[in-house]
């Protein structure tokens, strides 16, 4: 019954902010890493960030300096902070437990003017 979902996301001018959230449940969420992917039309789906059960992080270089992956234990919950988006960060933003094989539903990410 393990379960993920992302929310958080919609449009945004480009230099803008947004911050995702994925709520975890139906597993031991602590002793789990979590990641961030996203999925623009017609690409392959792109890590961006990992972060273990225990804090420590990895960036994919493309969102080193404007992304930030955090997580709280206590509410299950792991989150994505975006910085000076661009057009080029448009997509669907996917919330994953890899040791779990789950991914949530998705949310949708619009960086325009």
């Known amino acids: 019954q393990a379960h993920l979902v992302e929310s958080g996301g919609g449009l945004v001018q480009p230099g803008g902010s947004l911050r995702l959230s994925c709520a975890a449940s139906?597993?031991?969420?602590?002793?789990?890493?979590m990641s961030w992917y996203r999925q623009a039309p017609g690409k392959e789906r792109e890590f961006i960030a990992t972060?273990?059960?225990?804090?420590?992080?990895n960036y994919a270089g493309s969102a080193k300096g404007r992304f930030t992956i955090s997580r709280d234990n206590g509410k299950a919950t792991v989150h994505l902070q975006m910085n000076n988006l661009k057009p080029g960060d448009t997509a669907v933003y996917y919330c994953?437990?890899?040791?779990?094989?789950?991914w949530g539903q998705g949310t949708q990410v619009t960086v325009s003017s």
């Open positions: 139906g597993f031991a969420f602590s002793a789990y890493a």
């Open positions: 994953k437990a890899p040791g779990r094989l789950l």
């Open positions: 972060i273990s059960g225990s804090g420590v992080t």
